[in-house]
Nanobody, 119 residues
């Protein structure tokens, strides 16, 4: 089993930056890809960014060019650095982890951390 805990959410002004973190615990050796999703009220979860075990990354169109996902395997953490934030970035951000060989197939989810961007 893997547990994911997000942190770092909060309030940021438009144009500002924020970094959210995800710490994995449990059977960490089973984790392959990790990712970030977000969900605004009334909407489905949206893919934000993903990163493979080897460090290959992928970004959703809405955050591409403004966000960076990176991981620190030694610390069992994955991060999402968001820059030039806009109010549309307001959402609950969820960390996800996959254990299988198929990319972006998520087996574990965190509880989420709230990010609010004010204008």
């Amino acid at each position: 089993q893997v547990q994911l805990v997000e942190s770092g959410g909060g309030l940021v002004q438009a144009g500002g930056s924020l970094r959210v973190s995800c710490t994995a615990s449990g059977k960490i050796v089973s984790i392959n890809a990790m990712g970030w999703y977000r969900q605004a009220p009334g909407k489905q979860r949206e893919f934000v960014a993903g990163i493979s075990t080897g460090g290959s990354t992928k970004y959703g169109d809405s955050v591409k060019g403004r966000s960076i996902i990176f991981r620190d395997n030694a610390k069992n953490m994955v991060y999402l650095q968001m820059n030039s934030m806009i109010p549309e970035d307001t959402a609950t951000y969820y960390c996800a982890a996959g254990t299988g060989s198929a990319p972006y197939k998520w087996d574990y989810w965190g509880q989420g951390t709230q990010v609010t961007v004010s204008s």
